[in-house]
């Protein structure tokens, strides 16, 4: 435990940096988008460098969202008294798991979800079922699929929802014993899902 906490506070710290470096890389590029609004009469290269800003922007807001997110993953250890944001943890996963995804020829979409639900988890143990279930998904989809998550609330219990694949071809999977294993470890309830598709997390609830 000491040792996530402290990678996860030097993780903070440098993506605390990263952004403040990339929030200066914005600034001075607007700053010459903004001087080349001014002056690009005659100037024969105005289009390709206002079309090199553009994706630079593009990036560099790109890369904001990604430290955002792992700097969400940098704190995801910490112990919350109120319990782990069930909806914030899964955002922070998908957009850190859409690479791994993409790999294997998956497009792994966050649908809109319940908000506001929490668990007497951290975040980093939701994340990790989580991840431990789309791992699972990720084995036994074929390639050019899409990959649902979704938080919702059942019965007062904050809900984690994978729509894909079947919940026995999910059972036959390598990872499925890892996923069966944490689940249990943590308190986390697994069934399937709607249809016997996907599978559906219980997640704890909050402490009192």
Do not use: Y
């Amino acid at each position: 435990m000491r040792d996530a906490l402290f990678m996860g506070r030097m993780t903070a710290s440098a993506t605390h940096e990263l952004q403040n470096i990339l929030a200066t890389i914005r600034e001075s590029s607007g700053l010459m988008e903004d001087l080349l609004g001014m002056s690009s009469e005659g100037f024969a290269h105005a289009e390709r460098f206002k079309k090199g800003l553009s994706v630079l922007a593009e990036q560099v807001e790109r890369g904001m969202i990604l430290t955002e997110q792992l700097n969400f993953c940098a704190h995801a250890p910490e112990a919350s008294p109120a319990g782990a944001d069930v909806n914030e943890a899964v955002r922070a996963l998908a957009g850190l798991a859409r690479r791994s995804a993409a790999r294997r020829k998956t497009t792994l979409v966050l649908a809109p979800g319940r908000t506001g639900l929490r668990t007497s988890l951290r975040a980093v143990e939701v994340m990790n079922a989580v991840d431990a279930a789309l791992e699972a998904a990720l084995d036994v989809l074929p390639m050019g699929t899409q990959l649902m998550l979704c938080v919702e609330e059942h019965g007062g219990l904050g809900v984690v929802r994978l729509d894909s694949p079947g919940f026995d071809a999910l059972r036959q999977t390598p990872g499925w014993s890892e996923l069966a294993t944490l689940a249990k470890t943590l308190g986390i309830g697994v069934s399937a899902g709607p249809a016997g598709q996907g599978v559906v997390l219980a997640l704890p609830r909050p402490a009192a």
